[in-house]
């Protein structure tokens, strides 16, 4: 009778748990030779055969020969929803508790990894925070899919060892040649800001301006007309402020749990932007697959959706709960999971549904109801500006290096404001915070009110404005915003759709 541990860890969402397998041989009284006999506990029911199935015929096809003992394996807490990166830490529990391995080389390891049919070690999704885990919990020795080593490897103190069969695993613990191949993270070249400059978007000076005071403040911005929006909204990541750390380090989880590791920890702020055909499980991600959607992709970064009016209502709408909470909930199957998402929103749209370059023929009941559709996100948006294809003749605009300085020092000036605040941006201070707390000169609060009296401006779009106000005083370094940055403020409040700015 023989007993084995070992340690997996499973995710909620970016939430990491450390598992423990514990695998115990019994006697397999009525047991047919040959049989394998796993018995696997602490799985949900619907999970347990396929993962037995997996994993008998991965030992079977690709290790050595089992021997007619059958093994009890227990999961430790118990999974609400199983995950096929613990595959590997099963089969190697089971297999030194039968006694193929020495039962003392599998215990203080995490084995991560999903076992094929034949043998073969798949890759998996979420490396990143797996492996983080299990180094703050102090265990440093990993076990990862060979195509996942050198995600894995970004993580300081991780001693990672790749494993592509499940047989040459079983032959290196077997015989004490388990080495580590990839203790230390590949060189990452750091990535550029400025892959994509603004110096390339030609005229449109208002969106241009409204670009540098979103990035500047954080606030969310709106592009309409028939322009390069996209080129626009491509280039804010750009003159948005480097990541930090523990923000590119969150980034690159989320994208590693997305199934896109290419993303490694850099400074450069994200972009998402999604396809207005992308269904609701693409935009905010899956509770079955716990897979993030386009909106965590874009956490700490940007949110581009193109030709807003055209995604479904349910996504319109449901877009304005991250856009206040900075997080997104989902429930079901039993589990609730969140993924993070903070970020700064961009929407274009046309004037009509008519499509680009095509002469309209709308009537303005159309329009109307066109527009209508971003009623709920528009409430949520604090600067507009018009696009339009600018002459090819048209001198160039400043480079995205320039504005990112402006940015940058507009960024200093409210976190040095903010610092004894939970808030880094103007865009997330509350409305009685704003005005009890950070309070403008009296000219430029008297010209505020008298755009809400004159019905310009709605009692909760005053606050937006006062947001707005504080970045402009930001951009040209004064302590207060003064008459002009409300002026300023309003002007981009409406921007190119008046009707639309309340």
Not at 167 to 177: E, K, N, W
Not at 309 to 333: A, I, K, M, N, Y
Request: net charge neutral.
């Amino acid at each position: 009778m023989g007993h084995a541990s070992t340690r997996t860890v499973t995710l909620t969402g970016l939430s990491a748990h450390l598992i423990d397998i514990d695998a115990d041989t019994h006697a397999g009284a009525g047991a047919a030779p040959g049989d394998a006999g796993l018995h696997v506990v602490g799985l949900p029911e619907l999970s347990v055969w396929p993962a037995r199935a997996r994993i008998r015929a991965a030992i079977t096809n690709g290790a050595p020969p089992w021997p007619d003992t059958p093994v009890t394996v227990s999961v430790t807490p118990a999974l609400p929803v199983y995950n096929a990166a613990a595959d590997l830490a099963l089969a190697v529990a089971a297999l030194a508790a039968a006694g193929l391995i020495p039962p003392e080389r599998i215990t203080g390891r995490v084995f991560l990894g999903e076992l094929a049919l034949d043998g073969q070690i798949r890759p998996i999704r979420g490396v990143l925070p797996m492996v983080t885990a299990a180094v703050r919990a102090g265990i440093s020795t990993v076990v990862v899919p060979a195509a996942c080593a050198g995600e894995a490897a970004q993580v300081p103190g991780a001693v990672v060892i790749p494993a592509t069969r499940l047989a040459d695993v079983v032959d290196d613990l077997r015989h004490g040649t388990l080495r580590n191949h990839h203790d230390h993270g590949p060189e990452v070249a750091p990535s550029s800001p400025f892959a994509v400059d603004l110096a390339d978007v030609r005229g449109n000076e208002a969106a241009r301006r409204a670009l540098e005071v979103c990035a500047a403040g954080g606030h969310h911005l709106f592009l309409s007309g028939d322009g390069p929006a996209t080129m626009l909204a491509e280039r804010l990541p750009g003159i948005l402020p480097p990541l930090t750390d523990q923000a590119a380090r969150q980034v690159a989880e989320i994208h590693s749990l997305a199934g896109r590791p290419g993303r490694a920890p850099g400074v450069t702020p994200p972009l998402s932007a999604p396809h207005h055909t992308s269904t609701s499980a693409a935009i905010f991600g899956s509770v079955a697959g716990n897979r993030p959607g386009a909106v965590s992709l874009a956490h700490r970064g940007v949110l581009h959706l193109a030709d807003a009016p055209e995604f479904t209502r349910p996504v319109l709408d449901g877009l304005c709960r991250p856009l206040d909470s900075g997080q997104v909930h989902l429930t079901g199957l039993g589990r609730s999971v969140r993924y993070p998402a903070r970020f700064t929103l961009v929407l274009d749209a046309r004037p009509c549904p008519c499509p680009e370059g095509q002469d309209c023929a709308c009537i303005p009941e159309v329009r109307r109801h066109y527009r209508a559709r971003l009623t709920l996100l528009m409430s949520r948006v604090a600067v507009r500006a018009p696009v339009e294809w600018g002459d090819r003749k048209a001198r160039a605009g400043e480079p995205s290096a320039t504005v990112a300085a402006r940015v940058l020092d507009a960024r200093d000036r409210a976190a040095l404001r903010l610092a004894d605040t939970p808030w880094r941006t103007n865009a997330e201070i509350p409305a009685p915070d704003l005005r009890t707390r950070f309070p403008v000169t009296p000219e430029a609060a008297e010209l505020l009110r008298a755009a809400v009296n004159a019905g310009l401006v709605t009692a909760d779009g005053l606050s937006r404005l006062l947001r707005v106000a504080w970045t402009l005083a930001d951009l040209r370094g004064a302590d207060r915003p003064q008459a002009d940055d409300a002026a300023g403020a309003l002007d981009l409040w409406k921007g190119a759709d008046s009707d639309a700015a309340r």
